[in-house]
């Protein structure tokens, strides 16, 4: 508990000098009903003090959990750029080198086509060293944030240890209020001091709230991230092996290698498909047991509401207009009012971006789903034209009925694939250009997370050095 106000010490020192004097009983009494009302005010200082370094620390989390480096998106968009570039260079050169040997593949350059098949494996290599990267550093952004105590275990110890010295502290006010309802002189002050409890005990639970937030919001953020990046290890090490096959058919003068290329590139197309499908639901499992230990360690987050929050707001706002401002105690509660309301309007502001990212969130999933889709299934149909003349014992020879459906084939394959690389290449820029376009209007009216944070944190350390001063 902090120290006693000097008033309070003074008021104590006349009580006692009071009593000693054997001055009226109703001295006296009004004398303790001044420490009462000054206990109270110390211990509501107390408690909002409390609450800003909940908030504060809530502030820090949002800044070091799941942190997303500035070009974090660029880094990675532009290493894909170049897998796909190579990709698509690769099947132009197929397309073009199998076209015009049609009816001739005898005539089929095959080194030309050695490199339409090199080309793209080294893109693949490209774009798995920089899904391998980007996990690294998530990981390496994940260790610091641990070491600086902003892990997930001990980020809910430490909120948890606030939210019990808070209610302790509510706790022992209320007590106090209570005693201040059998007396007569301070009766016409316990509505309000009630009123100023429940509106405590709603920042508290908003408070909490807006950690699950963003606790479980940065769990399943990292979490989907990193099972993404896995995915794309995957599919484009598959990917690679898969044209280091389909070289070695032409270096070696074996079509069943053509047919080991077709599996990899299904697996690969089949990965595609499903990598933006399962790496959601993996982040959505995450967020569902992370909201469970949340809701287990923290049960008042489950009855939040900022709607009570503004009714109890609204309540307190009409009690303190119909007291008399020459009240002091009343005057203390009008003089808090401004706290109250700005970490209504913070916690309201929250919610309001939370509903937004959310809905941009199921917007991008969506896209991302499509886009995997199509690309994945391109890749799959590429697969088959590939696993028919390698597998395929009428055509894994060295006929020249077979040598024209090997190449027929593949040169569909080739075709097939330019759709998908193309639309990977527009898709992958307008999805950045977007980002970068959001990101510079969020810039410009101040609202970038980091801008809000740093905002939000001076005015928690203005609050806290005028409550120190008051």
Not at 212 to 231: D, E, K, P, T, W
Request: net charge positive; proline share 2%.
């Amino acid at each position: 508990m902090a120290p006693l106000s000097i008033r309070t010490k003074v008021v104590r020192v006349l009580a006692c000098i009071a009593f000693f004097f054997g001055q009226s009983p109703a001295l006296s009494q009004e004398l303790i009903d001044d420490v009462t009302i000054e206990k109270i005010d110390n211990l509501t200082k107390q408690i909002l003090l409390k609450e800003i370094a909940l908030e504060r620390f809530t502030l820090h989390y949002t800044l070091e959990a799941a942190k997303q480096g500035r070009w974090k998106g660029w880094r990675y968009a532009g290493l894909q750029e170049m897998n796909t570039g190579l990709g698509l260079a690769g099947g132009i050169l197929s397309t073009a080198n199998r076209a015009h040997v049609l009816h001739h593949p005898e005539k089929l350059h095959v080194h030309v086509q050695e490199a339409a098949n090199f080309i793209p494996a080294i893109g693949s290599i490209i774009g798995a060293g920089a899904a391998a990267g980007e996990f690294g550093i998530n990981s390496y952004h994940d260790i610091t944030a641990r070491k600086h105590g902003f892990s997930p275990g001990a980020s809910l110890k430490r909120v948890k240890a606030l939210k019990d010295e808070i209610l302790s502290l509510i706790g022992e006010r209320q007590r106090l209020v209570d005693q201040g309802a059998t007396d007569a002189n301070l009766d016409r002050y316990v509505q309000t001091f009630n009123v100023e409890g429940k509106v405590l005990r709603d920042m508290l639970d908003q408070s909490l709230q807006e950690f699950s937030r963003y606790h479980v919001g940065a769990r399943r953020l990292l979490a989907f991230q990193q099972c993404q990046y896995l995915f794309d290890v995957a599919k484009y090490t598959t990917n690679a092996i898969g044209f280091d096959f389909a070289y070695d058919s032409l270096h070696k003068h074996q079509r069943i290698y053509n047919g080991r290329a077709g599996v990899l590139f299904a697996v690969s197309g089949q990965l595609t498909m499903m990598a933006p499908i399962l790496s959601r639901l993996f982040g959505w499992e995450v967020a569902l047991l992370t909201r469970r230990r949340v809701n287990k360690m923290l049960p008042e987050v489950l009855d939040a509401n900022i709607a009570t929050f503004q009714s109890d707001l609204n309540a307190l706002d009409k009690i303190v207009k119909d007291k008399t401002s020459a009240d002091e105690a009343v005057a203390a509660v009008t003089e808090r009012q401004g706290i109250f309301d700005l970490h209504e309007k913070s916690f309201s502001n929250a919610i309001r971006a939370e509903e937004k990212k959310l809905a941009a969130a199921k917007l991008t999933a969506t896209e991302n789903v499509t886009a995997g889709l199509f690309v994945g299934a391109s890749k799959t149909a590429q697969s088959v034209f590939f696993l028919i003349p390698g597998y395929d014992n009428r055509y894994n020879s060295k006929t020249a009925r077979a040598g024209r459906v090997t190449n027929d084939m593949l040169f569909t394959a080739a075709v097939v694939g330019l759709p998908a690389g193309g639309f990977s290449m527009i898709d992958t820029l307008r999805i950045q250009v977007q980002g970068e376009i959001r990101r510079h209007k969020a810039v410009k009216a101040g609202v970038l997370p980091a801008q809000i944070a740093a905002k939000r944190l001076k005015e928690l350390d203005d609050i806290e050095r005028n409550l120190k001063i008051n």
